[in-house]
């Protein structure tokens, strides 16, 4: 019973580590590539022609939640400068506060926090970007870049809030769109990504390719776009005709993704070989059991009990083993992820792509959850069959004759 229960324990552990740190990668990323299903313009200044049109179809397709609007600049020259010191951003995202002030006030702060509609001066810069430039809040920096006609311009911003991230996402910064807009050329609402936050639950996939179709009808919309090496081929092409494109958070962190599965692949790999060792622990434990009982079964036979009853009573007895496993596995797991959830990870910089406020955040999806409850139950039931089985085979004389011996 004790290695039924520590061993669901781990499992739960096991799932809930790996789920936690996939859904905070998500939701990150989410934030930085300006939500779950994201359009953008094949324009070559790359901004949204239709606006409005993009917004109605975002918000009448099915799980839509919030809208994310924004102008980014993807020169890969944005520099920082401060006291001396430069730094290139990945990017400069201008957002629409209006918008998005909400998802920005979930960032994980080192200090200050998200900026208001309204503040044209304002920024958003990571720990990574204020360690380098040795940046407090109320600092004034220089961010130069090129504008639309490809001549060199710079902003005067002012840190309002410095987020935790020295991760993929953390070499960005964020300013007011209008800010960005006027700085760049382009007309004060210019937009050049319209996103949307869905409901959870929803497929990404399958809003991206509702929202094609429902583009499609008023806009040429190039085909849902599967990961970046196909959108740099379309961006290439000039959207091949095409106005508009769709790209969903997934196809964003294809390359990622490729090490959560890689991740989960580890889980699930080490979670089957547990398993392994608990029906083999289990079958091996149902020997005693049987070997100890072997008088009381010659009995029960004696008495009339038939073979598939004797097999379905001790499959039964090692079912409540399981199920008190699970149960009591699950209250030791459970709080076991809450334990590690009071951990402090801040100092080791590569986790930090996967933690909130340096963090774990563990998550147990149902799922997965059941699914490893009912893989302990059929391990056990698994473990029980042969020691069960051989035990109903037995002739009642001899079990009763190596009782008595």
Not at 5 to 19: D, K, P, S, W, Y
Not at 61 to 85: H, I, K, N, V, W
Request: charged content about 15%; overall charge neutral; hydrophobic content about 50%.
């Amino acid at each position: 019973m004790t290695a039924l229960v520590v061993g669901f324990a781990v499992l739960v552990v096991m799932i809930g580590v790996t789920a936690g740190m996939a859904q905070t990668l998500r939701e990150k990323a989410a934030r930085y590539f300006a939500g779950d299903v994201a359009v953008f313009s094949f324009a070559p200044d790359r901004r949204i022609g239709d606006e409005v049109a993009v917004v109605a179809a975002l918000k009448a397709t099915e799980g839509f939640q919030s809208l994310c609007r924004r102008t980014e600049y993807y020169g890969g020259d944005a520099t920082l400068y401060f006291g001396g010191e430069s730094m290139r951003q990945r990017k400069l995202i201008g957002i629409d506060w209006t918008q998005e002030g909400s998802q920005f006030a979930s960032l994980d702060w080192a200090a200050g926090g998200p900026m208001k509609a309204g503040d044209l001066q304002g920024m958003l810069v990571s720990q990574a970007t204020a360690e380098r430039l040795s940046l407090h809040l109320g600092d004034e920096v220089t961010a130069v870049f090129n504008t639309l006609a490809q001549q060199r311009n710079s902003l005067n911003l002012v840190v309002r809030g410095i987020f935790l991230d020295t991760s993929f996402f953390g070499y960005a910064t964020y300013v007011d769109i209008h800010t960005l807009n006027a700085a760049l050329g382009f007309g004060s609402e210019a937009a050049t990504a319209l996103g949307a936050m869905l409901v959870s639950g929803t497929s990404r996939r399958d809003f991206g390719a509702s929202l094609v179709t429902r583009l499609g009808k008023r806009v040429p919309t190039y085909p849902l776009i599967a990961n970046r090496g196909d959108q740099l081929t379309a961006m290439n092409q000039g959207g091949d005709g095409k106005v508009l494109g769709v790209m969903t958070l997934d196809a964003n962190l294809a390359q990622i993704d490729d090490i959560l599965n890689s991740l989960l692949a580890v889980t699930w790999l080490a979670c089957g070989l547990f398993l392994a060792i608990l029906m083999i622990g289990v079958g091996n434990t149902y020997r005693m059991i049987v070997f100890e009982r072997t008088q009381e079964i010659g009995t029960l036979r004696a008495l009339g009990m038939s073979r598939g009853r004797l097999t379905g009573l001790l499959l039964a007895e090692a079912f409540v083993l399981g199920l008190g496993g699970v149960i009591l596995g699950s209250v030791l797991g459970i709080s076991a992820l809450f334990g590690l959830q009071a951990l402090d990870f801040s100092a080791n910089t590569l986790a930090l792509l996967f933690l909130r406020e340096g963090r774990l955040e563990p998550w147990l999806p149902l799922v997965p959850f059941f699914s490893a409850a009912l893989a302990l139950l059929a391990v056990t039931l698994a473990g029980a069959w042969i020691p069960a089985r051989k035990a109903a085979l037995m002739r009642p004389v001899d079990a009763l004759r190596e009782g008595d011996s």
